[in-house]
């Protein structure tokens, strides 16, 4: 959905196209409905203090969900904490312990998504990357390269498969693996 005129009412179409999906995707990870809601509002908070700055360039809806999944992953590492301060008699040194933990188990899943990522055929990183981290759509891609949509779409299933498939192979199986493999 390009943006034309970075106004309110762009914002407010875009936001009633994406609200229920977030909530849906955000319900079915976080199984609570007061706290699906909240991840939607500050989604969308966070999209529209950065919707000035997003063009025709960048695709706003791979922006949302990065968003929309980055909170998912916030808030379920949380409940985690709170669940496990709950369940026992933790002292407040093993929690921290605990969340630092998890932290770090987290960093270490982005950097074997970084090696997966690291390790694609030049052309297929190159067109995994614009799709990623500059947020283009599949034909802004293919025009940019100057291939086809259809080659672009087929790189990055490719690309995305090996990546799920490495950090597989070279990550212990969490919790927020699982969530980050279920987005690819």
């Given at each position: 959905m390009p943006i034309e005129n970075n106004n309110a009412l762009d914002f407010k179409t875009f936001f009633l196209l994406y609200k229920d999906k977030v909530y849906k995707y955000a319900y079915l990870h976080l199984k609570e409905e007061p706290a699906a809601a909240d991840l939607v509002q500050e989604t969308f908070s966070r999209i529209w203090k950065k919707w000035a700055e997003l063009d025709g360039n960048k695709n706003p809806q791979s922006y949302l969900?990065?968003?929309?999944?980055?909170?998912?992953?916030?808030?379920l590492r949380k409940q985690k904490v709170r669940f496990q301060f709950q369940a026992s008699d933790i002292d407040q040194t093993k929690l921290v312990d605990n969340s630092n933990e998890e932290t770090i188990r987290f960093k270490d899943l982005e950097r074997v998504y970084r090696e997966a990522i690291s390790k694609l055929p030049k052309a297929r990183l190159e067109i995994f990357l614009l799709c990623k981290e500059e947020f283009l759509d599949n034909q802004e891609i293919a025009d940019r390269l100057g291939i086809s949509v259809n080659t672009v779409r087929d790189q990055l299933v490719k690309g995305n498969k090996f990546v799920r498939q490495y950090i597989i192979d070279h990550f212990e199986i969490s919790i927020a693996l699982l969530i980050f493999l279920n987005i690819f």
């Open positions: 969900y990065t968003i929309a999944r980055n909170l998912v992953f916030d808030e």
